[in-house]
């Protein structure tokens, strides 16, 4: 029931992915060209996202503890260090490139395009290598 | 050129935002697919399976609605294949560097009001215009 009902949550994510438009590089593109051929959706998914999200949240964190779990697992850091601000930035200048964030490629997968698959093989690589890189510092 | 969506894009917006809350709701957990995707990478997290049955869905997700509907979302990637390649690299070091993308960051941090994640997603939205009016105004596109 457990990894049922995350299948089904992951299905209501992807849907939302492809009925946003999210799940299109070049209606990314187009959000970002304000210069350009600007197309302003993107912000109505980021909106419509943000205030069920902060609204939901809050309902949810009334209760002690989520359903399938013992306790809700937040993220505790509080410090803006510089991989958290260069790693965003990093992550920007592929999203310009590419057209594709992690949530709008894997939904892309199902569209069977190619694109998607060979953006996604390069994501993991990239992803596994700085890992890699870094446990490798320490 | 694509057309304005609002409609369609403020439903799937909420969509997207629902799935955050249920995740939350049942398990517990901030619904970043970033970090659901390093999870199921070596070395795997312990409990991989929902982070693992989450993303099936997210990929079934598009092939559902078409069999159930008959409709298929736009999809444009003009991209050339090279600059694919190197934009996945850095889109995936730059979420491990910096725990989290537009969904970890940019819907559930920005919704905790974390400041980690306020300041994550000013970076990436301002280094992703710079990038694309770049590549669309200053070398004129792929």
């Not at chain 2, 993303?55 to 092939?63: Q, S, T």
Request: one cysteine or more; charged letters at 10%; hydrophobic letters at 55%.
């Amino acid at each position: 029931m457990r990894v049922f009902s995350a299948l089904l949550i992951g299905l209501i994510f992807g849907a939302g992915i492809a009925v946003s438009g999210m799940i299109n590089p070049a209606k990314i593109f187009n959000f970002f060209d304000i210069a350009g051929t600007w197309d302003p959706s993107l912000a109505f998914v980021m909106g419509g996202a943000l205030v069920v999200t902060f609204i939901g949240y809050r309902l949810v964190w009334r209760r002690q503890r989520p359903v399938f779990d013992s306790q809700f697992h937040l993220p505790t850091r509080k410090d803006l260090d510089p991989a958290l601000i260069g790693g965003a930035a990093l992550f920007g200048i592929g999203w310009g490139i590419a057209g594709f964030c992690p949530g709008g490629a894997i939904p892309a997968l199902g569209l069977g395009e190619a694109q998607a698959f060979i953006f996604v093989a390069a994501m993991l690589a990239g992803l596994w290598g700085m890992r890699l890189l870094r446990s490798l510092k320490g | 050129m694509t057309e304005f969506t609002p409609i369609l894009s403020l439903a799937g917006g909420a969509m997207i935002g629902l799935s955050a809350v249920l995740l939350m709701a049942l398990h517990g957990r901030i619904a970043g697919i970033s970090g659901m995707l390093q999870g199921l990478l070596p070395p795997f997290a312990k409990d991989w399976g929902w982070r693992a049955a989450f993303l099936v869905g997210a990929i079934f997700a598009p092939v559902l609605i078409l069999v159930m509907t008959g409709w298929r979302p736009a999809f444009d990637a003009s991209t050339p294949t090279l600059w694919l390649v190197i934009g996945g690299l850095i889109v995936g070091a730059g979420v491990q560097l910096a725990s989290g993308c537009t969904s970890g960051h940019g819907i559930c941090g920005m919704s905790r009001l974390s400041a980690r994640s306020i300041v994550a997603t000013l970076s990436f939205m301002i280094s992703t215009a710079v990038t694309v009016y770049v590549i669309r105004h200053i070398i004129g596109g792929f």
